[in-house]
């Protein structure tokens, strides 16, 4: 039997690989418990900074796979809040509060949980012919794993209503437009621009990213007066750190900071 998650582990960041390519990289429990599995793997392994996801094959990942035997609860009515606690919201939390950043790499349709799997990365970038599709209100479900919150903070309601209830793809460019996502680039580009933000974030302060992805979650839920507190205390834990040492030296020597040795 094939692998559902493959994990490619490159210099500096790792790969994991959506890899049900002939049903849109549907999730199902296996494939579910394979990225949970490899974003710990990619969490404990000191020389993974980085992590890219994306999808084997012309999409990145449908949703839930709707054949799936998870939800064929023997002829009753399967427990999608049930399903949600135990795989789709430990997984999307977990991505939140990984300290490494997350790229997804978005090469085809992303629809259902698929695409606000995507949206929990902290860098979505996407192939021109990609779209963000809210398949859910089609099946008569809500947006979950995240999406309710994505696209609400980062759209507003009007736009968030819009996607939400009338389930139409999103095409990447507008995505992009919109501000939903970080960058659009060719197709044929992706691979190579994914791999160029994947080495350059390896290459950054590990301690820097990880306090500034902090920071800016916090943001979200404070008022300035309490954001600024926040700064103050994660800025002290930075200038405590090493890399501060190497960036300022490397400053003033006139050479390129070499923060994957602090
Ligand atoms: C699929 C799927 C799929 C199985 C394509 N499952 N086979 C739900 C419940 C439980 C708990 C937690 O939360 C959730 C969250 C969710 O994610 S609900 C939303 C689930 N996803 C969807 O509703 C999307 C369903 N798929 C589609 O609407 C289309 O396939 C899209 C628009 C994604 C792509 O359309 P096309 O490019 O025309 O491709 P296709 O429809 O021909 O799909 C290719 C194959 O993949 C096809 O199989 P076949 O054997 O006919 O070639 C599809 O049946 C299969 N596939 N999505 N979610």
């Known amino acids: ?41 990619c969490r404990d392994d000191d020389s993974c900074r980085a992590i890219v996801v994306t999808g084997a094959g012309r999409g990145f990942c449908a949703g839930q796979d709707l054949t799936a035997r998870e939800l064929d609860d023997a002829g009753g009515r399967p427990d999608l809040g049930a399903s949600l606690e135990t795989t789709y919201n430990p997984l999307i939390l977990m991505m939140r509060d990984m300290a490494k950043p997350i ?34 209100a089609r099946i008569g479900l809500i947006p979950d794993a995240g999406g309710t919150w994505w696209l609400t903070r980062h759209l507003g309601e ?34 190579g621009e994914t791999a160029r933000l994947a080495e350059r974030l390896a290459a950054s302060s590990a301690m820097a990213l990880a306090l500034t992805k902090r920071a800016i979650h916090e943001a979200s839920r404070n008022a300035l007066e309490t954001q ?3 700064e103050r205390d994660l800025q002290r834990e930075a200038g405590f750190g090493p890399d501060f040492v190497e960036g300022v030296s490397a400053f003033l020597a006139k050479r390129p900071a070499d923060f994957r040795r602090t």
């Open 158 to 191: 009007a736009r968030a209503k819009a996607l939400a209830m009338l389930a139409e793809p999103l095409p990447a460019a507008t995505a992009e437009s919109w501000g939903l996502i970080h960058r659009v680039v060719d197709d044929a580009d992706l691979e």
């Open 228 to 230: 600024v507190r926040v």
């Open 1 to 41: 039997m094939t692998d559902p998650v493959l994990v490619d582990r490159r210099d500096g960041y790792h790969v994991i690989t959506l890899n049900r390519p002939e049903r849109l990289n549907a999730f199902n429990a296996d494939m579910l418990a394979g990225i949970a599995a490899a974003m710990v793997q």
């Open 103 to 136: 790229i997804a790499s978005v090469n085809g349709i992303a629809a259902g949980a698929g695409a606000n799997f995507a949206l929990a990365a902290d860098f979505v970038i996407a192939g021109r012919s990609a779209s963000f599709l809210q398949a859910f």
